[in-house]
């Protein structure tokens, strides 16, 4: 391959070497998350949560590193004596700073004998315990659960614990700071913070998210619901699963927490249907849960229940709904599916659905490169044309380029700390709604040829995370080849598309993109024996619709 060849491009993660952070980093990371949540929802803590935030303020460093340390580990109870810090110095002095304040407890007075177990090992127990030097072939779960029958007194043992208090508070301080329950300080501490830039978008009050702390109290109950379903998953617990449907709370007044309810309830109303293959009845219980959920696929579910228990014409009704206002491109393609069936099942007889039929091209080929898409951009570039690898990253690149200002515009609860590559709402329909005007004024533009900053924008950006844009990717000449080739009219049918379903449509793009002057063509490469798949059959078909130019390329190897 001749040197041209380095525009035949992969999608690659920037591979920058990351900067010496701080010994103490994850305490300025702490800082930032305790100090946005009390600036932005001072008025929603309780007396509770203030004092120990206060408590932990007033701390020493070295106090504060060691708390923090020990809020990222798995207690609350440690050995004291195991825990070594490089950076926290002197450490006997941190431990008993945190003892005084009441941040932590040194020998504290009861400890579950599981728990204390947990902190030594087999052979540790064993020369601590009597009643266990007889038992030394066992196993240490079997030797844990003799000390739990025998109940020593363990207060000469606890020299070493620790216990560290007040972690219910972390999970209120994380949901405030992430707008979730499933992030915390593991996830929080991360290389990427302090080495990746962020956008500068408003953090306050004015845009927050929660505004009752009833919200709050309710955002932790689901989720103390949710985490006890994939508890009950993970052990397989069907029944288990199948009683939560009783403790499942009313309809919520305010939409964040009532979406999450509902996809706890389509969870629930899943394992409850798998049970209707063998007790009819919980076909029904299944179906009057997904009544209650307006997310996909709590519709597909109840035409499939409504099939199999004989009710064809409520099935066929609610199908029809789904085919004509869709919830997301899925639920579009398995209404067609649906209601195709459903129609004939009622003796109104439906041609037979049309496999797709895209334009093609048949390659044999040698086996040149790592994988097929690199021969056959390899192949273009030989018939004269500018071939690139990039599958999804153009088209996305190119969207989070024209609407970077929206995307980072200030939402009620769209940004809630300063490290989001984009805003809570991103990857929801709920995106496009509270910001259509704006949204639909600079597709206006993009369709009149009103707006080219494409280059501007690239350029003043270079470098800011953006979910939609990967910098190691996107180039000056890719941008300005592509925005010149593709009609403004097809740009702004794509980003359409990509708004009405922005979690799924953000991916099935064609693998290459080729250029000849003034001239363009999307190509989608399947190997011997690959196939469409649903996703890029979408896609496909939209190009299809709106004159697009793009094909799949077949290949076979010779």
Same mark, same amino acid.
């Not at 606890?158 to 508070?169: A, D, G, M, S």
């Not at 951009?377 to 929206?406: H, K, S, V």
């Not at 941008?479 to 593709?486: D, K, M």
């Given at each position: 391959?001749?040197?041209?060849?380095?525009?035949?491009?992969?999608?690659?993660?920037?591979?920058?070497?990351?900067?010496?952070?701080?010994?103490?980093?994850?305490?300025?990371?702490?800082?930032?998350?305790?100090?946005?949540?009390?600036?932005?929802?001072?008025?929603?803590?309780?007396?509770?949560?203030?004092?120990?935030?206060?408590?932990?303020?007033?701390?020493?460093?070295?106090?504060?590193?060691?708390?923090?340390?020990?809020?990222?580990?798995?207690?609350?109870?440690?050995?004291?004596?195991?825990?070594?810090?490089?950076?926290?110095?002197?450490?006997?002095?941190?431990?008993?700073?945190?003892?005084?304040?009441?941040?932590?407890?040194?020998?504290?007075?009861?400890?579950?004998?599981?728990?204390?177990?947990?902190?030594?090992?087999?052979?540790?127990?064993?020369?601590?315990?009597?009643?266990?030097?007889?038992?030394?072939?066992?196993?240490?779960?079997?030797?844990?659960?003799?000390?739990?029958?025998?109940?020593?007194?363990?207060?000469?043992?606890?020299?070493?614990?620790?216990?560290?208090?007040?972690?219910?508070?972390?999970?209120?301080?994380?949901?405030?700071?992430?707008?979730?329950?499933?992030?915390?300080?593991?996830?929080?501490?991360?290389?990427?913070?302090?080495?990746?830039?962020?956008?500068?978008?408003?953090?306050?009050?004015?845009?927050?998210?929660?505004?009752?702390?009833?919200?709050?109290?309710?955002?932790?109950?689901?989720?103390?619901?949710?985490?006890?379903?994939?508890?009950? =998953?993970?052990?397989?617990?069907?029944?288990?699963?199948?009683?939560?449907?009783?403790?499942?709370?009313?309809?919520?007044?305010?939409?964040?927490?009532?979406?999450?309810?509902?996809?706890?309830?389509?969870?629930?109303?899943?394992?409850?249907?798998?049970?209707?293959?063998?007790?009819?009845?919980?076909?029904?219980?299944?179906?009057?849960?997904?009544?209650?959920?307006?997310?996909?696929?709590?519709?597909?579910?109840?035409?499939?229940?409504?099939?199999?228990?004989?009710?064809?014409?409520?099935?066929?009704?609610?199908?029809?709904?789904?085919?004509?206002?869709?919830?997301?491109?899925?639920?579009?393609?398995?209404?067609?599916?649906?209601?195709?069936?459903?129609?004939? =099942?009622?003796?109104?007889?439906?041609?037979?659905?049309?496999?797709?039929?895209?334009?093609?091209?048949?390659?044999?080929?040698?086996?040149?490169?790592?994988?097929?898409?690199?021969?056959?951009?390899?192949?273009?570039?030989?018939?004269?044309?500018?071939?690139?690898?990039?599958?999804?990253?153009?088209?996305?690149?190119?969207?989070?380029?024209?609407?970077?200002?929206?995307?980072?515009?200030?939402?009620?609860?769209?940004?809630?700390?300063?490290?989001?590559?984009?805003?809570?709402?991103?990857?929801?329909?709920?995106?496009?709604?509270?910001?259509?005007? =704006?949204?639909?004024?600079?597709?206006?533009?993009?369709?009149?040829?009103?707006?080219?900053?494409?280059?501007?924008?690239?350029?003043?950006?270079?470098?800011?995370?953006?979910?939609?844009?990967?910098?190691?990717?996107?180039?000056?000449?890719?941008?300005?080849?592509?925005?010149?080739?593709?009609?403004?009219?097809?740009?702004?049918?794509?980003?359409?598309?990509?708004?009405?379903?922005?979690?799924?449509?953000?991916?099935?793009?064609?693998?290459?993109?080729?250029?000849?002057?003034?001239?363009?063509?999307?190509?989608?490469?399947?190997?011997?024996?690959?196939?469409?798949?649903?996703?890029?059959?979408?896609?496909?078909?939209?190009?299809?619709?709106?004159?697009?130019?793009?094909?799949?390329?077949?290949?076979?190897?010779?």
């Amino acid at each position: 391959m001749n040197s041209n060849n380095k525009a035949i491009t992969k999608p690659l993660k920037l591979s920058n070497d990351a900067p010496e952070l701080p010994a103490t980093y994850y305490r300025d990371n702490f800082h930032c998350l305790v100090n946005t949540v009390v600036e932005q929802y001072a008025d929603l803590l309780t007396p509770q949560e203030h004092l120990w935030y206060r408590t932990y303020i007033a701390l020493s460093k070295p106090a504060q590193c060691l708390y923090i340390r020990l809020l990222s580990r798995k207690g609350p109870f440690f050995r004291s004596d195991k825990l070594q810090y490089p950076e926290i110095v002197p450490l006997p002095d941190a431990l008993a700073e945190l003892n005084s304040t009441g941040m932590a407890t040194l020998q504290p007075d009861t400890i579950p004998y599981r728990e204390f177990c947990a902190l030594y090992t087999k052979p540790e127990l064993i020369s601590r315990f009597d009643f266990l030097s007889s038992n030394k072939q066992a196993k240490k779960p079997d030797l844990v659960e003799q000390v739990i029958n025998h109940q020593p007194d363990l207060s000469q043992h606890n020299r070493q614990i620790l216990e560290v208090h007040h972690t219910q508070h972390l999970e209120v301080f994380f949901l405030l700071f992430f707008g979730n329950t499933h992030q915390d300080l593991s996830q929080f501490v991360l290389a990427d913070i302090g080495i990746q830039r962020f956008e500068n978008y408003p953090i306050d009050s004015a845009y927050r998210l929660f505004n009752r702390r009833q919200d709050i109290e309710d955002w932790l109950v689901l989720s103390a619901m949710t985490e006890q379903y994939w508890q009950h =998953k993970e052990s397989k617990e069907i029944q288990a699963i199948a009683d939560m449907q009783f403790a499942i709370p009313g309809t919520y007044s305010w939409p964040p927490t009532e979406k999450k309810r509902q996809r706890l309830i389509n969870h629930i109303a899943r394992d409850i249907e798998r049970l209707g293959n063998h007790a009819p009845e919980r076909l029904e219980q299944a179906r009057v849960l997904y009544r209650q959920s307006e997310r996909a696929p709590s519709r597909e579910r109840q035409v499939r229940i409504l099939d199999k228990q004989g009710d064809t014409a409520q099935a066929l009704a609610i199908a029809k709904q789904m085919l004509h206002s869709p919830l997301s491109e899925e639920e579009a393609d398995v209404a067609e599916v649906l209601t195709h069936r459903l129609l004939n =099942k009622i003796g109104d007889k439906q041609p037979p659905r049309k496999k797709p039929n895209f334009d093609n091209e048949q390659l044999q080929l040698n086996q040149q490169q790592s994988c097929v898409e690199l021969d056959v951009a390899a192949y273009y570039q030989q018939q004269g044309w500018q071939p690139y690898y990039l599958e999804n990253t153009l088209l996305c690149g190119l969207f989070g380029l024209a609407m970077w200002d929206i995307i980072f515009s200030a939402e009620h609860g769209a940004f809630l700390n300063p490290f989001q590559r984009s805003p809570k709402d991103m990857f929801t329909r709920d995106f496009y709604l509270s910001r259509q005007q =704006k949204i639909d004024r600079r597709l206006a533009e993009l369709n009149a040829k009103q707006w080219n900053d494409w280059l501007e924008v690239f350029r003043a950006k270079q470098g800011i995370s953006n979910d939609w844009v990967h910098w190691g990717v996107l180039t000056e000449e890719i941008i300005t080849q592509a925005v010149s080739a593709i009609p403004p009219k097809a740009l702004t049918a794509i980003f359409r598309r990509i708004l009405f379903d922005p979690r799924n449509n953000r991916s099935g793009f064609p693998d290459l993109i080729l250029f000849k002057p003034g001239r363009y063509c999307f190509a989608e490469v399947k190997g011997p024996g690959d196939t469409l798949q649903s996703n890029q059959i979408r896609w496909l078909k939209m190009f299809q619709q709106q004159q697009i130019t793009a094909k799949v390329v077949y290949v076979q190897w010779i």
